[in-house]
């Protein structure tokens, strides 16, 4: 990969993770202050609002689907490492990017899937939060597993990582 080129990727990639802490933590505390205040409403005013629990379920999909996609940026999600550490460091790094790849190619078949089911959502619209039909709120699963599929893609086919990663 040309040096120019692979210093653009990274300065994607960091504004990436830049922009996906910011999110993570505006959704931690935005969903943490609504919370509060329906448990405030509910046992101090006998009231409350109805859109309330659903939002905080869509908001913890959306932490969900946007957790995982940092994970996946930090090359800090789940590994199931079997050989790679009986494995010489060069064989290790090979393993490494076919398991990227295939995990790339997982991630693109679960887009498939999830834009189906955010058109079968579309489909028979039955329910709304905050005047927003709900598979507005479900388009998280297909953009997020997209993302995930095009960083498995880099890690497979870019430059080592030897150095920067973390053990899981």
């Given at each position: 990969?040309?040096?120019?080129?692979?210093?653009?990727?990274?300065?994607?990639?960091?504004?990436?993770?830049?922009?996906?802490?910011?999110?993570?933590?505006?959704?931690?505390?935005?969903?943490?202050?609504?919370?509060?205040?329906?448990?405030?409403?509910?046992?101090?005013?006998?009231?409350?609002?109805?859109?309330?629990?659903?939002?905080?379920?869509?908001?913890?999909?959306?932490?969900?689907?946007?957790?995982?996609l940092a994970a996946t940026g930090?090359?800090?999600?789940?590994?199931?490492?079997?050989?790679?550490?009986?494995?010489?460091?060069?064989?290790?790094?090979?393993?490494?990017?076919?398991?990227?790849?295939?995990?790339?190619?997982?991630?693109?078949?679960?887009?498939?899937?999830?834009?189906?089911?955010?058109?079968?959502?579309?489909?028979?619209?039955?329910?709304?939060?905050?005047?927003?039909?709900?598979?507005?709120?479900?388009?998280?699963?297909?953009?997020?597993?997209?993302?995930?599929?095009?960083?498995?893609?880099?890690?497979?086919?870019?430059?080592?990582?030897?150095?920067?990663?973390?053990?899981?």
């Amino acid at each position: 990969m040309p040096p120019r080129l692979l210093r653009l990727a990274r300065r994607v990639s960091d504004i990436a993770a830049a922009a996906e802490t910011t999110a993570l933590a505006l959704l931690v505390s935005g969903m943490v202050l609504l919370a509060a205040a329906q448990i405030l409403l509910r046992n101090f005013f006998q009231t409350g609002f109805l859109w309330a629990e659903p939002l905080l379920g869509m908001g913890l999909l959306w932490l969900t689907m946007l957790g995982a996609l940092a994970a996946t940026g930090a090359r800090r999600h789940i590994v199931i490492d079997l050989v790679g550490h009986f494995c010489p460091p060069r064989l290790r790094a090979g393993i490494k990017r076919v398991t990227a790849l295939f995990a790339a190619l997982i991630c693109g078949l679960l887009v498939s899937a999830a834009v189906r089911f955010c058109l079968f959502q579309k489909e028979i619209e039955t329910d709304r939060i905050l005047r927003a039909p709900v598979w507005v709120y479900y388009l998280v699963i297909p953009v997020a597993f997209g993302l995930m599929a095009l960083r498995f893609l880099f890690q497979a086919i870019g430059p080592s990582e030897a150095g920067k990663e973390r053990l899981s």
